[in-house]
């Protein structure tokens, strides 16, 4: 789902996206990956670009080769969604906005069960809109 809004001036565009879960078909998470591709490729360069929501996956507590789009604040360990996010978040030249400030690690949990505490939800930016934003 996508929303643009005009505010001071700017163009908003707000992506909320659900990726699909860990147990489905390659070719679903594939398809999911395309039409979010597609979706921000419509997108001009010249308006701020946010997306956020459930990525079903798992970035990691460290960077990791990823220094460009992760700055090392998570926990847990790296899954092949999560991989999946940090290359997406670098062909776009996106910064992931969870990984940008310490957190306590029960501020860091989005999901959690009887089983486990985990972080799947991430909120994506521009690199050139850092400055827009603070913990």
């Given at each position: 789902m996508t929303i643009k809004l005009v505010v001071r001036g700017f163009t908003l565009n707000i992506i909320s996206a659900y990726a699909p879960q860990a147990g489905l078909d390659e070719e679903v998470k594939r398809s999911f990956w395309e039409d979010l591709n597609k979706m921000v490729r419509g997108i001009?360069?010249?308006?701020?670009?946010?997306?956020?929501?459930?990525?079903?996956?798992?970035?990691?507590?460290?960077?990791?080769?990823?220094?460009?789009?992760?700055?090392?604040?998570?926990?847990?360990?790296r899954n092949r969604g999560g991989t999946s996010l940090l290359d997406f978040a670098r062909a776009f030249d996106f910064v992931i906005a969870n990984s940008s400030f310490p957190k306590k690690r029960e501020h860091l949990v989005t999901f959690r069960s009887s089983v486990v505490k985990t972080q799947i939800d991430y909120l994506l930016y521009r690199k050139s809109d850092r400055g827009l934003y603070m913990d």
């Open positions: 001009s360069h010249t308006e701020k670009l946010f997306i956020g929501r459930d990525f079903n996956g798992h970035i990691g507590a460290t960077s990791g080769g990823y220094d460009d789009v992760h700055d090392g604040f998570d926990f847990g360990d």
